[in-house]
């Protein structure tokens, strides 16, 4: 006999995912515009730093990188304020508007030759402006996407914020083989072809600011707004140990995530000696992967809990991270090195797949927003936005594998939080 469902299920589905999509195209759209400075680094360093030494110019773009990541806290603080005052949706809207004027900016700035010391100033300010932009974006879709979802299935569609954060990386890329390998030459994609990306950036953030301004609101936040409760920075101090638990939540999956994803392009170019163009085309591949498996991770989170993933994360980080990097600069096998990496990303996937669920269900409504995204974003400023600079100055110092064992120590003392926490799954406080 077959199954019938009731036409309020169906089009409860149907609202769920329609507003799900909308967020996470947004979401999409975000992080490529954030990761296309990432991406194009090595083509557009010389343009903004007049200097010889290759390392010393990414050092430098890595330097404002981590600049970029000092908004991310401020980010998180204003529009986490916004998001739990007057809705989620009116949040996730103005934060993707502000990124596609930061990609404006990049994209239209002269060089060092043309504007002297203005042009690596100009720089600084449009990722300051994108760094607020992805302060408030993480927080807000993670809260919106935790709310949309149902109880059943919640840690499944959360993961969908990491498909299309790391969506973003892949969009990036790709576009990035387009112009490597179809469209232009080197020396076109150092002289100007960089710009491109950037461009393209603004255009889709206008897009999806369309989309989001269509979504609907969380009826976690219309229920709060109903109770008239209060929120902001005084509330979530009322919240020391969850917001503690944020923290040693992202220290070692922020630092991990980075190293494997947004700087192993860098250093399979500048440690392990590949081509850029062989660089791009595992890192494409090896990210599409990484992606495709976040879903997976989400739905078995959804079976035995969140906390036996975030363990085996810390474990298997804590003693595959420095076998696994020491073990790529030395070898010249690309196959082997593509391995390398989906491994690495397989153990990160145990954080990153579920991070956002885990974090959302640790608060009330009330705070959400506020409390998932300003204590990650000082994180991530503090330990996710210095990773790539702090492997370049190792390298440059002489003791590249000092960084190695930073980021396995890191790793380590989230393992350490990850075994004392209750598990959200069956805590979860957006049931309240």
Known sequence: MSKTFPQNEIKDVEYRLKSIFGGSVGNLVEWYDWYTYSAFALYFSPAFFPNSNPTAQLLDTAGIFAVGFLMRPIGGWLFGSIADKFGRKRSMTLSVLIMAIGSLIIGLTPGYKQIGIAAPLLLIFARLIQGLSTGGEYGTSATYLSEMATR??????SSFQYVTLIGGQLLALGIQLILQNWLLTPAELHEWGWRIPFFIGAILSFIALYLRRHIDETTAFKSKQSADKKSGIAVLLQYPKEVFTVVGLTLGGTIAFYTFSTYMQKFLVN??????????TLSFISLLVFALMQPLFGLLSDKIGRKPLLIGFGVLGTLCTYPILTSLTHETNTTIIFFLMIAALIIVSGYTSINAVVKAELF????????????????????????????LWFKNIGHESYFYWYVTGCILISLILYTTMKDTKHHSKIED
């Not at 059943?152 to 569609?157: A, E, L, M, V």
């Not at 440690?271 to 791009?280: G, I, M, N, P, Q």
């Not at 009330?364 to 492997?391: C, K, S």
């Open 271 to 280: 440690t392990v000696h590949l081509s850029k163009e062989t660089s791009t």
């Open 364 to 391: 009330p409504a009330e705070i959400r927003a506020l409390g998932v995204g300003l204590p990650y974003a000082l994180t991530v400023a503090i330990f996710g936005g210095t990773a790539e600079y702090f492997a």
């Open 152 to 157: 059943k299935h919640r840690g499944f569609y």
